[in-house]
């Protein structure tokens, strides 16, 4: 069965570190979009991909990057993470040619930037 | 900018009471929307979608939504709520507009706790 993943699914990091989230989803959508899911503030679009080379900022996108090098993988990295990083991280994806399906969720990575 | 208000943070309720989870949409173009639950510790699963056409819309675990247009809401309903609904519940939007199509905007989210 097709599926999305995210690894680690929980990370503990210092400040000032560079970390890297990963997503990877068997599906071949196009879409791919990273959120952040914090207390209070629901899930905030931090970055998005319609496709490979493809990029976009969303709402939250300072201190964020992502890159897409194929289909399948659209990584986060935090170029040097901070306390305010701290929260949980949901990847998802969908297909870009129907606006009418469904995104489909990873189970999340929670990071603690100590 | 389209934008998703979910006008109740959390709702107690008691099992076998009928439960209804709000939310309102701002946009002025077509949308389509969604509800998303969140289970403790899980990631989000849809629960029902509007696309076209009725304005009622069914979706897994006996929860439905009505669509209205002229108040721009989406309310999520269910007649009688079992203690395994207790989760987090997100109205979400997508629209066909501009450069974000396909993009999906949340509410804050809805934390249901049902109660023996």
């Known amino acids: 069965d097709a599926e999305i993943t995210q690894s680690p699914r929980h990370k503990i990091t210092e400040t000032g570190r560079q970390v890297t989230l990963a997503c990877h989803q068997t599906?071949?959508?196009?879409?791919m979009f990273w959120y952040r899911q914090d207390l209070g503030h629901g899930l905030r679009l931090i970055h998005y991909s319609y496709g490979v080379q493809d990029t976009n900022k969303g709402e939250v996108s300072d201190g964020y990057s992502v890159s897409r090098s194929n289909t399948e993988d659209l990584p986060l990295t935090l170029e040097s993470a901070a306390s305010s990083q701290t929260s949980v991280y949901f990847c998802?994806?969908?297909?870009?040619?129907?606006?009418?399906?469904?995104?489909?969720f990873g189970q999340g990575t929670r990071l603690t930037v100590v | 900018a389209q934008s998703v208000t979910q006008l109740d943070s959390q709702v107690p309720v008691f099992e076998e009471a009928p439960v209804e989870l709000r939310c309102n949409y701002s946009?002025?173009?077509?949308?389509?929307l969604f509800w998303y639950v969140q289970y403790p510790n899980q990631g989000l699963q849809l629960l029902l979608k509007?696309?076209?056409?009725?304005?009622l819309v069914k979706g897994i675990n006996g929860f439905e939504a009505e669509f209205n247009k002229s108040q721009t809401s989406f309310h999520l309903r269910k007649p009688s709520v079992h203690i395994s609904d207790t989760a987090e519940y997100f109205c979400a939007v997508r629209t066909n507009y501009g450069g974000s199509q396909g993009n999906l905007i949340f509410g804050k989210g809805t934390k249901l706790s049902v109660k023996p």
């Open positions: 599906w071949n959508h196009n879409n």
């Open positions: 998802a994806s969908s297909d870009g040619a129907w606006l009418n399906t469904e995104a489909f």
């Open positions: 946009s002025s173009v077509s949308v389509y």
């Open positions: 509007y696309l076209s056409g009725s304005t």
